[in-house]
């Protein structure tokens, strides 16, 4: 089978305000067959997890509304999302967001600049698969 | 100024006479006027004019009396006359010292005032500075992504196929792009350590707990350039030291950092922390960052922790950077009364190494 089928349709959320960098990701997500939900905004985000129970977050911090910190808090904190893997993928990246994702319970962190797309599918297809 | 007339002078009208001459003048008249009374009251001869002699004797003496108890009064009258003109003429000039006075309090205070207006506009300045410099790198950091993830795409032939000739030049693009995400790196931990350069929050540290906090923000890295990233620690709990958390990971992510800019593919990079007792007299800990990278060329190892100082070889890599890594690193390292160093051959590796002391007292003799 090909290897780009391994994924089988699971379903990713991606919450990313930017347009652009949005549709780029869910173009190269897509190309590994994941079945790609986006949501623009944290309030958005939080609604979109409810209906569609993504198999992973790609979690942006700096959105407008709820930052991705509270996006991340409320997801932890109901019994029904709490196990979703998330991956912040922002560009912000100070010791002290790390830190704090950590400490509320983030799978990954990873700085938008300083990986590219196959970086986000290798981390993506490693927590989906450990899971 | 007014100078009030001297009160001994009699006034005659508008006219003054000077009391000698007034005295004088009213003794000869009564003279004259007692010695008619006597003589027309019919007394002898002899005897009136004795009578005239004391009488008139006891007036002149009086008139002299009185002249000179008004010269008297008339002196001290032109001294305190003088006196009083002096004295006024300081009171002019002790108010007018007053006002310059009262003048110059207000200017100091409007100085005071202005300066403390300036440092605090100053010090907004530097927040709003520092506040700019993140705002503006993390801002460039997102078009910077989308188009080193384009480039990236198109690199790979996700976005259809490319002529030789035409993924050369987006290797160059994407080269570039790479470069200039490292610089804004670079300028965000320059910016972060410049914001709180000056406090220094110095208590008991877990050092391996330390390393392996900022050794979490390497994995990634390291996995995506295929480079060994491992940790050694000794089995027996190791003490604190005393220093300053942040500071110290800054200096360690600027360690690792320029390992595992400098390690190639299947290199390793390596972080080991231990007891520096065997190797000096204060006690310490040391921490080793070694790689197996380019390495240091020997005839820049003086320069190494030059301010903007970046290694021959380091510069043709693609990879980037300011040169103030080991500059900001080897002060850190001091102020907490340590030492760094480091070994090197060029093209297999270098080791950087730096003690923090356990106790506070090593601190306070630096």
Same mark, same amino acid.
């Given at each position: 089978?090909?290897?780009?089928?391994?994924?089988?349709?699971?379903?990713?959320?991606?919450? /990313?305000?930017?347009?652009?960098?949005?549709?780029?990701?869910?173009?190269? !997500?897509?190309?590994?067959?994941?079945?790609?939900?986006? =949501?623009?905004? #944290?309030?958005? =985000?939080?609604?979109?997890?409810?209906?569609?129970?993504?198999? !992973?977050?790609?979690?942006? !911090?700096?959105?407008?509304?709820?930052? #991705?910190? /509270?996006?991340?808090?409320?997801?932890? /904190?109901?019994?029904?999302?709490?196990?979703?893997?998330?991956?912040?993928?922002?560009?912000? #990246?100070? *010791?002290?967001?790390?830190? *704090?994702?950590? =400490?509320?319970?983030?799978?990954?962190? !990873?700085?938008?600049?300083?990986?590219?797309?196959?970086?986000?599918?290798?981390?993506?297809?490693?927590?989906?698969?450990?899971? | 100024?007014?100078?009030?007339?001297?009160?001994?002078?009699?006034?005659?009208?508008?006219?003054?006479?000077?009391?000698?001459?007034?005295?004088?003048?009213?003794?000869?008249?009564?003279?004259?006027?007692?010695?008619?009374?006597?003589?027309?009251?019919?007394?002898?001869?002899?005897?009136?004019?004795?009578?005239?002699?004391?009488?008139?004797?006891?007036?002149?003496?009086?008139?002299?009396?009185?002249?000179?108890?008004?010269?008297?009064?008339? $002196?001290?009258?032109?001294?305190?006359?003088? +006196?009083?003109?002096?004295?006024?003429?300081?009171?002019?000039?002790?108010?007018?010292?007053?006002?310059?006075?009262?003048?110059?309090?207000?200017?100091? %205070? @409007?100085?005071?005032?202005?300066?403390?207006?300036?440092?605090?506009?100053? +010090?907004?300045?530097?927040?709003?500075?520092?506040? %700019?410099?993140?705002?503006?790198?993390?801002?460039?950091?997102?078009?910077?992504?989308?188009?080193?993830?384009?480039?990236?795409?198109?690199?790979?032939?996700?976005?259809?196929?490319?002529?030789?000739?035409?993924?050369?030049?987006?290797?160059?693009?994407?080269?570039?792009?790479?470069?200039?995400?490292?610089?804004?790196?670079?300028?965000?931990?320059?910016?972060?350590?410049?914001? @709180?350069?000056?406090?220094?929050?110095?208590?008991?540290?877990?050092?391996?707990?330390?390393? @392996?906090?900022?050794?979490?923000?390497?994995?990634? +890295?390291?996995?995506?350039?295929?480079?060994?990233?491992?940790? %050694?620690?000794?089995?027996?709990?190791?003490?604190?030291?005393?220093?300053?958390?942040?500071?110290?990971?800054?200096?360690?992510?600027?360690?690792?950092?320029?390992?595992? &800019?400098?390690?190639? &593919?299947?290199?390793?990079?390596?972080?080991?922390?231990?007891?520096?007792?065997?190797?000096?007299?204060?006690?310490?800990?040391?921490?080793?960052?070694?790689?197996?990278?380019?390495?240091?060329?020997?005839?820049?190892?003086?320069?190494? %922790?030059?301010?903007?100082?970046?290694?021959?070889?380091?510069?043709?890599?693609?990879?980037?950077?300011?040169?103030?890594?080991?500059?900001?690193?080897?002060?850190?390292?001091? &102020?907490?009364?340590?030492?760094?160093?480091? $070994?090197? $051959?060029?093209?297999?590796?270098?080791?950087?190494?730096?003690?923090?002391?356990?106790?506070?007292?090593?601190?306070?003799? &630096?």
């Amino acid at each position: 089978m090909d290897k780009n089928n391994v994924s089988g349709g699971q379903t990713i959320l991606i919450v /990313e305000d930017d347009e652009f960098l949005r549709s780029l990701t869910a173009k190269r !997500l897509e190309k590994e067959n994941y079945h790609i939900e986006v =949501a623009v905004d #944290g309030e958005n =985000a939080i609604s979109m997890i409810d209906t569609v129970r993504p198999a !992973l977050i790609l979690l942006d !911090l700096l959105l407008p509304g709820k930052d #991705g910190f /509270e996006v991340l808090k409320k997801i932890r /904190e109901t019994e029904a999302t709490k196990a979703i893997p998330v991956i912040i993928f922002s560009n912000l #990246g100070q *010791k002290e967001d790390i830190e *704090k994702a950590k =400490a509320l319970g983030v799978d990954n962190f !990873l700085i938008k600049a300083n990986f590219t797309l196959d970086d986000v599918v290798g981390k993506i297809k490693k927590l989906l698969v450990d899971k | 100024m007014e100078i009030p007339r001297p009160s001994h002078l009699v006034e005659l009208g508008q006219r003054t006479i000077n009391p000698l001459i007034f005295w004088g003048v009213i003794t000869i008249f009564l003279s004259v006027v007692l010695g008619f009374m006597v003589r027309e009251a019919g007394v002898a001869d002899g005897i009136h004019v004795l009578f005239l002699v004391p009488v008139a004797a006891y007036l002149i003496i009086m008139g002299f009396f009185i002249g000179y108890v008004a010269k008297l009064n008339r $002196e001290r009258s032109r001294l305190l006359a003088a +006196q009083i003109h002096e004295e006024s003429a300081k009171v002019g000039e002790f108010k007018k010292l007053n006002q310059e006075l009262e003048a110059y309090a207000k200017q100091l %205070f @409007d100085k005071d005032f202005e300066l403390t207006l300036a440092n605090k506009r100053l +010090q907004n300045l530097e927040q709003a500075k520092s506040k %700019f410099v993140a705002v503006t790198t993390h801002q460039l950091r997102t078009p910077l992504s989308a188009i080193k993830w384009t480039f990236h795409m198109l690199l790979q032939g996700s976005l259809g196929p490319t002529t030789a000739d035409q993924h050369t030049f987006i290797e160059k693009g994407y080269e570039s792009t790479q470069r200039m995400i490292a610089i804004i790196n670079d300028l965000l931990n320059v910016d972060y350590m410049d914001v @709180d350069r000056a406090d220094y929050n110095f208590l008991p540290v877990d050092l391996p707990a330390l390393i @392996d906090s900022v050794m979490f923000e390497f994995t990634n +890295q390291a996995e995506s350039q295929a480079v060994a990233l491992k940790s %050694f620690k000794p089995p027996s709990t190791l003490p604190r030291v005393i220093a300053d958390p942040i500071k110290l990971s800054m200096v360690l992510e600027n360690l690792l950092d320029n390992a595992m &800019k400098y390690t190639p &593919k299947g290199g390793q990079v390596t972080v080991s922390v231990g007891d520096a007792r065997m190797n000096s007299a204060e006690s310490s800990l040391e921490v080793t960052v070694s790689d197996t990278g380019i390495g240091i060329p020997s005839h820049e190892r003086d320069k190494i %922790f030059h301010r903007f100082f970046r290694g021959s070889n380091a510069i043709k890599t693609q990879t980037d950077g300011t040169g103030l890594g080991l500059f900001i690193s080897r002060d850190i390292i001091e &102020k907490h009364g340590g030492a760094i160093w480091f $070994e090197s $051959e060029a093209g297999r590796g270098t080791q950087f190494h730096f003690t923090i002391p356990i106790n506070r007292n090593n601190l306070s003799k &630096k």
